[in-house]
DNA sequence: TTGACATATCGAGAAATCCAGATATACAAT
DNA sequence: ATTGTATATCTGGATTTCTCGATATGTCAA
């Protein structure tokens, strides 16, 4: 996965997401049923299931889903499916890349 | 002026408008006729004309104007009038701000 | 004061984005 | 097989952004 700048501002253009990407940096602390549905032993660390962040976030399921979607695309998040939930989580490892991008080149 | 990261994201969204902001990190570089317009002892540090900039991205005076103006609402970017030129150069202060803001909040 | 030039602002059509409801898909449980 | 739940995708009207040409404003030079 490789990062387009471009998309990844547009992604971040938007107060709600914004603040989704905010929230999942301390996912135990923004939403603390975190992980509900996992059978125990697995942990999808940092990762958290779209209704969740949806009842948080106070959109449409829709919206929710397409910010979501959105933001993978810019390759800022990343997400894993365990059974009928998707969990989400933040790529930090592109997150840092653009940090660094942002201090040298912007 | 403070910072509106959203504003910023906006602003930072289109290709033009990144690329001003870019070649403006290095002006005599990509506006090597920089100053023409300025009298002797006259220097407006790091600063660009419109006209120059127009120039460089191929888009109409309007657009630029415009891009211009929103990157300066933004606080990305400062104008000083001189004559009848406006020059447009870096706001480094909120741009370091931001970058550090991008680094430890995004 | 007139004319020329740099830049800003206005107005508008085209394109993109926003965001919801409706519907589809995928999986789980019965 | 059927039902229920989670998420994704589709569709579309409302809003915003894009970008230009036209016009206005401000400044300098003659």
Not at 12 to 35: A, C, D, M, V, Y
Not at 49 to 66: F, P
């Amino acid at each position: 996965m490789f990062m387009e700048p471009i998309r990844v501002f547009k992604a971040l253009s938007n107060e709600t997401r914004l603040n989704i990407l905010k929230w999942l940096k301390e996912p135990e602390k923004h939403f603390p049923k975190q992980g509900a549905h996992l059978p125990k032993g697995v942990s999808i660390k940092g990762g958290v299931c779209v209704g969740d962040i949806q009842e948080k976030a106070k959109a449409s399921q829709s919206t929710v889903s397409q910010y979501l979607n959105m933001m993978q695309n810019a390759g800022i998040l990343e997400s894993v499916r365990y059974g009928q939930w998707t969990y989400y989580r933040r790529n930090e490892e592109i997150l840092s890349r653009l940090a660094e991008y942002f201090k040298t080149e912007i």
